[in-house]
């Protein structure tokens, strides 16, 4: 698939097998702005439409939550420059988006360190998940300030925490224990994830609950992203048969 493409044949999906989670590494926007001689941030500009299209398609297929990879603990390393205009974009964002998330039924929440984001700005992250709290058509899950390893860091120190106060034993330290203190507490792990750019790696995204979840790439930049390599994606994880390790491969 040719990056900057738009069209794509589009497969036929089982609606009776949609993945429940699907999580997207949006990647490629500084690419997109660059191939058109523009400035890195009209491409997030552009992103954020096709943001608005994977939320719709997720809704209309019956997707229940969408995580988004939307700023990583690593992009504080960019220019002073294009993390200023991030913050912004986010803040509008936000605040341009909010009345429609309200009205399509959508819960907005977010996974990540939010004390380094601009108070004005998670403030308005804040008002947004409070104000669609009770919405249930779709979950919209931001991973801001987000990083895989310092999040399982995070789960590590606050059970460190309650051992050292006798609220709990080390030996009761499991699994479960140590998913409900992550960042993405409460949501299940993801079926399906999704990268866009025509990398393929991880990047430090959803380190622990990606453990046997089903990987698509896609030789596209984010901004390009449509409905269409939504669907595309969906019929990819349809034809795999997940094993979660219990069954043999022969």
Request: charged share 25%; with cysteine; glycine share 8%.
């Amino acid at each position: 698939m040719a990056k900057g493409q738009h069209q794509i044949d589009t497969p036929q999906i089982d609606r009776h097998r949609i993945p429940g989670h699907i999580a997207i590494i949006m990647d490629g926007n500084g690419r997109w702005a660059s191939a058109r001689g523009l400035p890195r941030v009209f491409g997030h500009r552009a992103g954020r439409d096709a943001v608005r299209r994977a939320l719709e398609g997720c809704r209309e297929l019956g997707v229940g939550i969408l995580t988004l990879y939307a700023f990583s603990t690593e992009n504080w390393r960019r220019s002073q420059e294009e993390v200023v205009a991030l913050m912004e974009l986010l803040h509008e964002a936000v605040i341009a988006e909010a009345e429609e998330l309200v009205q399509n039924g959508v819960r907005f929440r977010t996974s990540g360190d939010l004390a380094s984001i601009p108070t004005v700005t998670r403030n308005a992250l804040a008002e947004l998940s409070a104000r669609t709290a009770g919405n249930s058509a779709v979950v919209l899950n931001l991973a801001l300030n987000y990083g895989g390893r310092a999040e399982i860091v995070h789960a590590a120190r606050e059970l460190a925490r309650e051992v050292a106060t006798g609220t709990r034993t080390a030996d009761s330290i499991d699994e479960a224990a140590l998913a409900a203190r992550l960042y993405t507490a409460g949501l299940p792990d993801p079926d399906l994830l999704v990268r866009t750019g025509a990398e393929q790696r991880l990047s430090n995204f959803l380190l622990w609950q990606s453990a046997y979840t089903e990987l698509v790439f896609l030789d596209i930049y984010w901004p390009d992203f449509t409905r269409e390599h939504l669907v595309h994606a969906i019929a990819a994880f349809q034809a795999r048969q997940r094993r979660f390790g219990g069954l043999s491969d022969g």
